[in-house]
Nanobody, 122 residues
Framework: QVQLVESGGGLVQAGGSLRLSCAASGLTFRIYAMGWFRQAPGKERECVATISWSGSADYADSVKGRFTISRDNAKNTVYLQMSSLKPEDTAVYYC????????????????WGQGTQVTVSS
C-alpha cells in the first residue's frame, strides 16, 4: 500500500531553519505531484508548497522566499527546506501525493502522510 512518512519536525527558535523530508513507498513516485500542507490548531489545512513531477514549484505567499520544496525521484523523497521561521509557521506539516500538478486544494491529493509537528518559539 501507499505510504508517505514525514520526518524532520521539531522545536526551533524564530529565525531558525528546519528541513522536512517525506519518504514515499508503494507508488510510482516520479509520476506524482507532491505537496506540503500545514494545519495549525483551529485552522483549516493550507497548502504551503507544491512540486510537479518535472520539478516545477509553487509556493503560498506566506512562505515565498523562506521555504524551498524539492524532490529526489531516485530516493522517492520530497523535501521542504524552511528558513527564517516565524511563530506563525507553527503547525503540523503533512506531505501529500496527487496526479494533478501544482494544485493547492487538499481534495486534489490522493495520499497523505501522518504529519510532523513544527513548533517555532518566539
Amino acid at each position: 500500500q501507499v505510504q508517505l512518512v514525514e520526518s524532520g519536525g521539531g522545536l526551533v527558535q524564530a529565525g531558525g531553519s528546519l528541513r522536512l523530508s517525506c519518504a514515499a513507498s508503494g507508488l510510482t513516485f516520479r509520476i506524482y505531484a507532491m505537496g506540503w500542507f500545514r494545519q495549525a490548531p483551529g485552522k483549516e489545512r493550507e497548502c504551503v508548497a507544491t512540486i510537479s513531477w518535472s520539478g516545477s514549484a509553487d509556493y503560498a505567499d506566506s512562505v515565498k522566499g523562506r521555504f524551498t520544496i524539492s524532490r529526489d525521484n531516485a530516493k522517492n523523497t520530497v523535501y521542504l527546506q524552511m528558513s527564517s521561521l516565524k511563530p506563525e509557521d507553527t503547525a503540523v506539516y503533512y506531505c501529500a501525493a496527487g496526479r494533478l500538478a501544482n494544485r493547492r486544494a487538499p481534495g486534489d491529493y490522493n495520499y497523505w502522510g501522518q504529519g510532523t509537528q513544527v513548533t517555532v518559539s518566539s
